[in-house]
């Protein structure tokens, strides 16, 4: 009976491994905003590199025994999908220019998207696609952040759900119990406002799109029952492009998140 279970348990932890079919390389991001780059001494070389962009932190602890890797990103907003090859001794550069103690590679916010989700997938290059040994658990990031927060905690944050026609998902988090909220939104003249009283977290999609517009800011806005108010200036449509072409710099500076 023993000998039966051992084979079982054995079966087990094969069919597992088969599953998995590779080994994984732990990616750990740290996000730096545009202003805390431009304040800090910590980073010198890292603020030279796209001024006035944010800069996503990338560190690689257990980064396998491998020449060359392939780097790949998932924009959804846009359906693109790009991947480039680089060598683990370009890692180890980074991470020595930047006083890392590990393998780094750096993301700026330049060219993505305000409210922009994206994944980050980190793999060994093999010659047929699927093959590889060692690859990353894909890593959602957002480089170019649309977040307020108040002192309290109270926090507003736009995703960038379709890039056209231009629609965010705003998430509402960390108002106090039953709080009644005034919603105000404002686009090319045109404005609403809504009662929400917040019980939990709320997510709701907005879309900010003016008919005859070709693009613009819209700017959404809560008052708090403490008259606190709280803003948000959203792109949508063609003022986006610039964002893409890397013409435009973050619309959110001053943060601190955690990844």
């Not at 025994?65 to 090859?85: C, G, H, M, S, W």
């Not at 590990?102 to 700026?108: D, G, H, I, R």
């Not at 959602?140 to 309290?152: A, F, G, R, W």
């Not at 909220?181 to 609403?192: D, H, N, Q």
């Amino acid at each position: 009976m023993k000998f039966k279970f051992y084979i079982f348990f054995t079966l087990l932890l094969m069919a597992a491994h088969t599953l998995s079919a590779y080994d994984e390389i732990i990616l750990e991001p740290e996000f730096l905003s545009a202003q805390k780059l431009s304040v800090t001494n910590k980073y010198p070389t890292l603020e030279t590199m796209d001024p006035g962009a944010h800069k996503i932190l990338i560190r690689f602890p257990n980064l396998p025994d491998v020449e060359t890797f392939v780097f790949r990103l998932e924009r959804p907003a846009i359906q693109e999908n790009t991947f480039k090859y680089i060598f683990k001794n370009d890692l180890i550069n980074t991470g020595e220019q930047l006083g890392e103690k590990v393998p780094t590679a750096t993301l700026s916010s330049r060219s993505f998207l305000p409210g922009e989700k994206i994944k980050y997938i980190v793999e060994e290059k093999t010659a047929k696609i699927g093959k590889a040994k060692f690859k990353s658990k894909p890593l959602e990031l957002t480089p170019n952040p649309l977040i307020v927060q108040s002192k309290d905690g109270a926090t507003i944050k736009a995703n960038l759900g379709i890039y056209d026609p231009t629609c965010y998902w705003i998430n509402f988090s960390g108002f106090k119990e039953r709080e009644q909220i005034e919603f105000v939104s404002s686009s090319s003249g045109e404005s609403g406002r809504s009662l929400i009283r917040f019980d939990k977290p709320i997510t709701m999609n907005y879309m900010p799109g003016v008919v005859g517009k070709n693009g613009g800011f819209a700017q959404i806005k809560i008052i708090r029952s403490n008259g606190e108010e709280l803003k948000l200036d959203l792109p949508w449509g063609s003022e986006l492009n610039f964002y893409l072409k890397g013409l435009a710099g973050p619309v959110t500076n001053d943060l601190d998140i955690k990844m």
